[in-house]
């Protein structure tokens, strides 16, 4: 399941025409993909219209048929009038309408209040889901502030391709850091296109059960989000990992 994808068309930088999302449909679904949330920006660049949103999943789904399901979500971003609208609104941004936000931040600024905002936004039940901290230049330098935003409700998404290495060796250490720190709640493709950045979650599912074992893959590929589709509470705060497997030449020490 991908909680996080541009699949819809003409809607910002992600797909540009209705073949463009079909693409990615196909290749998400051949990929394995069973479930996955158009997330158009909302920001200064992006107007987020929700009638139009729904509007263009319901036109993609027809042609996709019953292969890959479709959910409406958004990439928020922290602006006052985003905020006053989530405040007065909480179905409007969040996946299928059901209290999860992901929450994406500027690359040139991090606001101090961000912790205040977060609880503002919880009290209206709104549960913010932070995405790719891991690509964020400021994010990626402050572990602890990411550990302090876990233990106060908040949870993590990191991107698929991230944990490949296709996004530079920092991002991929921050990755690996956030992981091990059981700080990471979901992972997912972040997808524009079929090409650069693709709608691909079986690579990143092989890294995880290698590392961490299947059931953390599965995890944070399908429990976590089916969750976040339903609408139902995770218990909040850092996760508890596995005992990491074992390699075949561990069993012989």
Not at 198 to 218: H, I, S
Request: with cysteine; glycine share 6%; net charge neutral.
């Amino acid at each position: 399941m991908d909680l996080h994808s541009h699949i819809l068309f003409g809607m910002d930088d992600g797909a540009r025409t209705i073949d463009d999302s079909l693409a990615m449909a196909k290749m998400a679904v051949a990929c394995g993909t069973t479930d996955i949330v158009a997330t158009p920006h909302a920001d200064s660049q992006y107007r987020y219209d929700p009638k139009l949103v729904e509007e263009r999943l319901e036109q993609v789904q027809k042609l996709i048929g019953t292969s890959l399901r479709m959910h409406r979500g958004c990439d928020f971003h922290l602006s006052y009038e985003n905020i006053r609208l989530a405040l007065e609104k909480p179905n409007r941004y969040s996946i299928n309408g059901r209290g999860y936000l992901l929450v994406e931040f500027s690359d040139t600024l991090i606001m101090s209040s961000t912790e205040q905002i977060f609880s503002e936004l919880m009290s209206a039940g709104l549960v913010p889901i932070v995405t790719h901290p891991e690509r964020n230049p400021h994010l990626v330098k402050d572990i602890k502030r990411l550990t302090r935003w876990v233990e106060r409700g908040a949870f993590l998404q990191v991107t698929a391709q991230s944990l490949l290495g296709k996004f530079g060796p920092a991002a991929h250490r921050c990755c690996v850091s956030l992981l091990d720190a059981g700080l990471v709640h979901f992972v997912a493709s972040d997808a524009h296109d079929t090409q650069r950045r693709p709608p691909r979650l079986d690579l990143a599912r092989n890294y995880l059960m290698q590392r961490y074992g299947p059931e953390y893959a599965e995890l944070l590929l399908e429990i976590n989000p089916r969750s976040v589709l339903d609408g139902r509470a995770l218990d909040p705060g850092p996760l508890v990992l596995p005992e990491a497997p074992k390699r075949w030449y561990q069993f012989w020490r």
